[in-house]
């Protein structure tokens, strides 16, 4: 089976049983994890079309997350804007910014380890000043009142809001399958595996570099921007700190980089792995992520393509038999 | 956790956690009592759930500002200027804010404020800022780590302010910084939750606590006493009804802890009779100096040369 | 705002003290860098483990932390030699982004792994020599900041000394450049590789003992040096031993009277924009490396 | 000195020498010819272990080095002067002639060092010059140098003068006949017939993977098949 059609069979499984979650059970633990889950998958999806299909490895997709959070969250409580209008003025927020640090990075012809260092020092310049800055809240955080009304972006079930990070998730997924069969996908897939040649053979790649940096950033700005609405709570650390810089990466690596299932996969993976470790280890801090660090370096070594490039591995060779 | 069955919920240390819990469980109307958490959104949210036992930032900063003002003039009025270090975050920044506005209308000036982030690398231009500008006293308001780097760079450079006087200091009443470094830590005053060193549980609750070999922090009693506050509010609800629980908690006048406040009052979710003390590094004890009577040492102030 | 001239060169000086540490940590990285050409993340987490481990070697064994150079330096050797030979090399399969990721799952790991053990607390140490100083008359210089400026030193003359004059480093420098013709002559790259990481392994390894008599460990304190010396590799061109010196005494100087005039935070600020701006208009490195 | 036989290696399994058989004997200077792409590099690569050996056997001086590391395949003596000169261009004339002893030699090293410099005058007068800046042709006299210096048993050189002027390949070609006086068994890989068949004592000529021809070099020179052979048709 091609990679494409794994990937769309499993993301059309795995959307559709987690669709029928919250009909089964209304248990808050199990929604409130799956919420996660669909946040986290959704900035995997914006790091994995930069770094997966464009080869670009971005360290600080932290800055697209928390611009995204912050931007809506700021447009709502500061400018009054309606919550839902918020939450796109924030997604925009997210690209514009990505195609400036794109701009800048890729007119230097930042590649490789360089790259990843500028993106990384972008977020903590962003976490530095956000956390200096009164307007932005400061150190004291950002807190989005509570008042729950569909209007307002909160909801009084869990479900409601759970379905709608689902639908996101299943828009960005549906979107990454387009982007594989247009020559934008075929023109980043060349840039991914030389640079040079694909510039020899004409393509722009500056300009392919910035729309992909830019719908990335936009992408992983929306999983900000729903964590906002969620948590109702910002401060610097959540919205540029590493670790969903981190997560937003190894997600992606597990579950298949470069492929449009690999988010979902890895980020309902990873969220599975750190509830069981947590089970298994009791209430160690820092157990669960040893493990994602260990796992990161097995699934490099031994598993290249992740949890999707084995399924298809398997699939092949039943093809085969 | 909603759905497991819990009544009621006794938490809180960090500010920022205790806020985006708080706000969590107001969602389903369970009970929360916050033992340690300073920020005063918690309780200015208006949620009916939320009863902040310890107190909130605006009265440990009055109080604090009070207590200096009182030991200093005891004192015949030594110290005139003063000088404030804070970490970056919530609540470093939070408060140099208020102390800057409230130092001068108590007749202090504040010669500068220097933010610093955690972790710092280094603390040794603070110091030497410090040295340049010779306050008469310091107020830092720095994590562990930060302060007793700088507590340490000060002696070595040999910076003797006539008082070091923390609000909320993470290490000024921590007894590990007391043991590790003596000499660092003599004659810091903080003002800071402190448990009533009168009462005799409280007391044998720390000698229990020693003899395991742990360090005692101001956390322990704060957390028994919440503790034991919900569970005499549960007591008197006759029931683990979510609302009658709260109802308990709103008119609770539980006198039976630990820590230096009197019955206990909630209003609009704080408890108004929560204060904190001042203590004060001396040998190798943390003594409660401030208010009188709670005290059980003198204050050294200034500190000897 | 203005200083009197002693503050002022109490700063300068402080931050030449301070440089030289940074100057330590960040050899290990361009030296990594100029040989393997990767990245290492997990640089920090080293050094944390480091600091850890002088840590414990005092607390438990009563070691003394500048005495732990002669334990800590050749262990992190040994540890960083096996982690290239035997984890990142052969899980990297020759490619960079491969390697950006294995070093940053070990970053993740070793982190994680020492706040399980530690947790978040910060510790140190008390040594007698903690606070003794010179009276300078301007200002009073600590010994143990001292200390850490002569060892620093002594360590990158060291570095230069072997890989200038001996066999090993000049295998070091010919593998750097033309590993192919470094296995003709019969140098074993992979081992060589494994050295060089090992080395710089062990620079960490003595930075962390430079740093524990005045300083504290908690689980993620070795990323707030680590950042900086990243900086300081690319301000001094990624490679450069002596640009790291000098890159680092710079950063120092830079970061002591930023900190002095402006604040600390916003010197932690600057070191940031450096690096972008040097990343953008000078990725060879401000002091002219040969690429 | 050198047996070989039926080798079969290659990239990533696919297969660039397909069951070559070859031997060169103590102090002899033998001459592999062929044009490009037959196999050439990638018989010395195989040699020298910088290729896999997939099947068959090399044999050097008496043991099986297939296999083996190049690192060990260099202490026995059997030295590689690579296709590109593969010097290190960062460092000194002395330095890279250090090194040709890092593996082998090294007790000897001053001797030799002199004995590299009487064979080579202009690599003395460069001694401390960084080595990429040095012309070509004293790039592939470091480059034969620092394959001395580690006193090897065989010598494989591998295009020697390619990229070189004309008057520079006459030059070079007399060096190697010079050294090769010296008792030292040479593998000359070329592309220069001529110029190999003067200085070698036999040939062997590579097609496809194979040998097309062997045979003394004075009798090659006259065989009508060496034409047909080299030109590949």
């Known amino acids: 089976m091609r990679?494409?059609?794994?990937?769309?069979?499993?993301?059309?499984?795995?959307?559709?049983?987690?669709?029928?979650?919250?009909?089964?059970?209304?248990?808050?633990?199990?929604?409130?994890?799956?919420?996660?889950?669909?946040?986290?998958?959704?900035?995997?999806h914006g790091w994995n079309l930069l770094a997966g299909y464009a080869g670009q490895f971005s360290f600080g997709h932290a800055a697209f997350f928390g611009v995204g959070a912050y931007g809506g969250a700021l447009l709502q409580m500061r400018a009054g804007i309606n919550p839902w209008v918020a939450f796109l003025g924030g997604i925009m927020l997210a690209g514009i910014v990505g195609a400036v640090i794109g701009a800048l990075s890729f007119r230097a012809d930042l590649r490789g380890s360089y790259f990843s260092l500028v993106t990384l020092a972008f977020a903590e310049v962003l976490r530095i000043l956000v956390n200096a800055t009164p307007a932005t809240g400061g150190a004291a955080g950002l807190l989005i009142p509570l008042d729950v009304r569909f209007a307002n972006f909160q909801f009084a079930s869990r479900a409601a809001f759970y379905w709608i990070a689902l639908a996101l998730v299943a828009l960005v997924t549906l979107l990454m399958l387009v982007i594989e069969n247009t020559r934008f996908g075929a023109?980043?897939?060349?840039?991914?595996?030389?640079?040079?040649?694909?510039?020899?053979?004409?393509?722009?790649?500056?300009?392919?570099?910035?729309?992909?940096?830019?719908?990335?950033?936009?992408?992983?700005?929306?999983?900000?921007?729903?964590?906002?609405?969620?948590?109702?709570?910002?401060?610097?650390?959540?919205?540029?700190?590493?670790?969903?810089?981190?997560?937003?990466?190894?997600?992606?690596?597990?579950?298949?980089?470069?492929?449009?299932?690999?988010?979902?996969?890895?980020?309902?993976?990873?969220?599975m792995l750190g509830e069981m470790s947590k089970t298994v280890a009791g209430r160690i801090p820092g157990i669960d992520l040893v493990l994602f660090g260990l796992l990161l370096v097995l699934v490099i070594a031994f598993m290249r393509r992740g949890v999707v490039g084995q399924l298809q591995r398997l699939a092949m060779a039943r093809g085969g038999a | 956790m909603q759905s497991e069955g819990v009544v009621a919920i006794v938490g809180g240390y960090a500010s920022a956690i205790c806020l985006a819990t708080t706000q969590a469980a107001a969602r389903y109307d369970l009970p929360y009592v916050v033992d340690v958490g300073v920020t005063d959104a918690i309780v200015n949210r208006g949620l009916k759930n939320t009863f902040r036992f310890g107190p909130g930032f605006g009265t440990v900063t009055q109080q604090a500002m009070d207590n200096l003002t009182k030991i200093n003039e005891a004192a015949g009025?030594?110290?005139?200027?003063?000088?404030?270090?804070?970490?970056?975050?919530?609540?470093?920044?939070?408060?140099?804010?208020?102390?800057?506005?409230?130092?001068?209308?108590?007749?202090?000036?504040?010669?500068?404020?220097?933010?610093?982030?955690?972790?710092?690398?280094?603390?040794?231009?603070?110091?030497?800022?410090?040295?340049?500008?010779?306050?008469?006293?310091?107020?830092?308001?720095?994590?562990?780590?930060?302060?007793?780097?700088?507590?340490?760079?000060?002696?070595?450079?040999?910076?003797?302010?006539?008082?070091?006087?923390?609000?909320?200091?993470?290490?000024?009443?921590?007894?590990?910084?007391?043991?590790?470094?003596?000499?660092?830590a003599q004659f810091v005053m903080d003002c800071n939750h402190w448990h009533d060193p009168r009462k005799p549980a409280a007391e044998a609750l720390r000698k229990s606590l020693e003899a395991q070999g742990k360090f005692w922090t101001y956390n322990i009693p704060m957390n028994y006493s919440a503790v034991l506050l919900l569970a005499d509010a549960l007591e008197r609800a006759a029931s683990t009804d979510r609302a009658k629980v709260t109802e308990a908690l709103a008119s609770s006048t539980f006198a039976d802890h630990l820590m230096p406040y009197g019955p206990t009052k909630f209003v609009n979710g704080q408890n108004t009779g929560a204060a904190p003390v001042n203590t004060q590094v001396q040998g190798s004890d943390i003594k409660v100096i401030f208010p009188a009577e709670f005290s059980n040492a003198k204050v050294v102030f200034p500190v000897p040369a | 705002m203005m200083f009197s001239p002693e503050i002022v060169m109490a700063a300068v000086l402080n931050g030449v003290m301070t440089g030289s540490v940074y100057a330590l940590i960040a050899l290990g990285l361009t030296l990594v860098y100029g040989v393997l050409h990767i990245i290492n993340f997990a640089h920090g987490a080293m050094l944390t483990a480091a600091m850890f481990a002088v840590f414990v070697g005092h607390a438990v064994f009563r070691i003394d932390p500048y005495a732990m150079i002669a334990v800590v330096a050749p262990l992190?050797?040994?540890?960083?030699?096996?982690?290239q030979r035997w984890v990142i090399g052969p899980a990297a399969h020759g490619s960079e982004s491969n390697v950006l990721l294995v070093t940053l799952g070990l970053s993740i790991m070793i982190e994680n792994a020492l706040l399980a053990g530690f947790r978040s607390d910060t510790r140190s140490i008390d040594v007698p020599y903690a606070f003794s100083s010179l009276d300078l008359g301007?200002?009073?210089?600590?010994?143990?900041?001292?200390?850490?400026?002569?060892?620093?030193?002594?360590?990158?003359?060291?570095?230069?000394?072997?890989?200038?004059?001996?066999?090993?480093?000049k295998a070091i420098r010919a593998v750097a450049k033309e590993p192919t013709g470094a296995e003709l002559v019969g140098i074993r790259v992979e081992?060589?590789?494994?050295?060089?990481?090992?080395?710089?392994?062990?620079?960490?390894?003595?930075?962390?003992?430079?740093?524990?008599?005045?300083?504290?460990?908690?689980?993620?304190?070795?990323?707030?040096?680590?950042?900086?010396?990243?900086?300081?590799?690319?301000?001094?061109?990624?490679?450069?031993?002596?640009?790291?010196?000098?890159?680092?005494?710079?950063?120092?100087?830079?970061?002591?009277?930023?900190?002095?005039?402006?604040?600390?935070?916003?010197?932690?600020?600057?070191?940031?924009?450096?690096?972008?701006?040097?990343?953008?208009?000078?990725?060879?490195?401000?002091?002219?490396?040969?690429? | 000195m050198l047996e070989i036989a039926n080798l079969v290696a290659g990239y990533s399994g696919v297969p660039v020498l397909r069951g070559l058989d070859l031997e060169v004997a103590r102090g002899e200077v033998v001459a592999i010819l062929g044009s490009n792409g037959v196999g050439k590099t990638t018989l010395n690569k195989a040699i020298s272990g910088l290729v896999p050996v997939e099947s068959g056997a090399i044999r050097f001086a008496g043991a099986a080095i297939a296999g083996l590391h190049p690192s060990d395949i260099v202490a026995r003596g059997l030295i590689h002067v690579p296709e590109g000169r593969k010097i290190f261009p960062n460092m000194t004339v002395l330095e890279?002639?250090?090194?040709?002893?890092?593996?082998?030699?090294?007790?000897?090293?001053?001797?030799?060092?002199?004995?590299?410099?009487?064979?080579?005058?202009?690599?003395?007068?460069?001694?401390?010059?960084?080595?990429?800046?040095?012309?070509?042709?004293?790039?592939?006299?470091?480059?034969?140098?620092?394959?001395?210096?580690?006193?090897?048993?065989?010598?494989?050189?591998?295009?020697?003068?390619?990229?070189?002027?004309?008057?520079?390949?006459?030059?070079?070609?007399?060096?190697?006949?010079?050294?090769?006086?010296?008792?030292?068994?040479?593998?000359?890989?070329?592309?220069?017939?001529?110029?190999?068949?003067?200085?070698?004592?036999?040939a062997y000529v590579l097609d496809n993977g194979t040998v097309a021809l062997h045979g003394a070099a004075n009798d090659l020179k006259n065989d009508p098949r060496l034409q047909t052979a080299y030109l590949g048709a």
Request: hydrophobic share 55%; charged share 15%.
């Open chain 1, 187 to 271: 023109y980043l897939t060349a840039i991914r595996e030389n640079e040079d040649a694909a510039r020899a053979l004409g393509v722009d790649v500056f300009a392919e570099k910035i729309k992909a940096m830019t719908l990335s950033a936009a992408i992983t700005g929306a999983a900000g921007g729903l964590y906002a609405q969620y948590f109702l709570y910002l401060d610097a650390n959540i919205g540029f700190g590493p670790w969903i810089s981190i997560e937003a990466l190894v997600a992606p690596i597990i579950g298949g980089l470069g492929t449009a299932a690999g988010p979902l996969v890895g980020a309902l993976a990873l969220q």
């Open chain 3, 138 to 169: 301007f200002t009073f210089l600590s010994v143990p900041r001292l200390v850490a400026f002569g060892v620093s030193i002594a360590v990158a003359f060291l570095l230069w000394l072997l890989l200038a004059r001996t066999d090993a480093g």
């Open chain 4, 96 to 202: 890279n002639l250090e090194l040709g002893s890092y593996r082998r030699a090294k007790p000897h090293r001053r001797k030799n060092l002199e004995r590299v410099f009487a064979t080579f005058p202009r690599l003395k007068e460069r001694t401390h010059q960084a080595a990429g800046t040095l012309s070509g042709g004293e790039q592939q006299m470091l480059a034969i140098g620092r394959g001395l210096m580690g006193e090897p048993l065989l010598l494989i050189l591998d295009e020697p003068s390619l990229g070189l002027s004309p008057l520079l390949v006459e030059e070079m070609f007399g060096l190697i006949a010079e050294i090769a006086k010296s008792g030292l068994a040479v593998m000359l890989v070329e592309q220069n017939v001529v110029q190999s068949l003067e200085v070698a004592a036999r």
């Open chain 1, 3 to 44: 990679q494409e059609r794994l990937s769309l069979v499993l993301s059309v499984g795995l959307l559709a049983g987690l669709a029928v979650v919250p009909l089964v059970t209304a248990a808050n633990t199990v929604l409130n994890f799956l919420v996660f889950a669909m946040i986290l998958a959704l900035a995997a």
């Open chain 2, 77 to 184: 009025k030594p110290a005139k200027t003063v000088m404030l270090v804070h970490e970056d975050g919530l609540f470093g920044a939070g408060l140099a804010k208020l102390l800057q506005a409230e130092l001068p209308k108590r007749g202090f000036e504040v010669l500068d404020t220097l933010p610093h982030p955690t972790p710092a690398r280094d603390m040794t231009n603070i110091a030497l800022q410090i040295k340049a500008k010779n306050p008469d006293i310091l107020i830092p308001s720095s994590y562990y780590g930060e302060f007793v780097l700088l507590a340490r760079t000060m002696q070595q450079q040999k910076i003797k302010p006539k008082a070091i006087y923390a609000v909320l200091n993470g290490a000024a009443s921590n007894f590990r910084f007391v043991k590790e470094f003596p000499e660092a």
């Open chain 3, 191 to 291: 081992h060589v590789f494994a050295v060089t990481f090992g080395l710089g392994a062990a620079c960490v390894a003595v930075a962390a003992c430079l740093l524990m008599p005045t300083f504290y460990v908690s689980p993620r304190i070795g990323n707030a040096f680590v950042l900086v010396a990243f900086t300081i590799v690319v301000l001094g061109g990624m490679g450069s031993i002596p640009g790291a010196v000098l890159g680092a005494l710079f950063v120092g100087v830079v970061e002591s009277l930023s900190g002095l005039f402006f604040n600390e935070s916003l010197a932690q600020l600057g070191v940031f924009l450096i690096f972008i701006l040097v990343l953008l208009l000078r990725p060879r490195g401000l002091f002219g490396a040969k690429a």
């Open chain 3, 76 to 83: 992190f050797f040994a540890l960083g030699y096996a982690l």
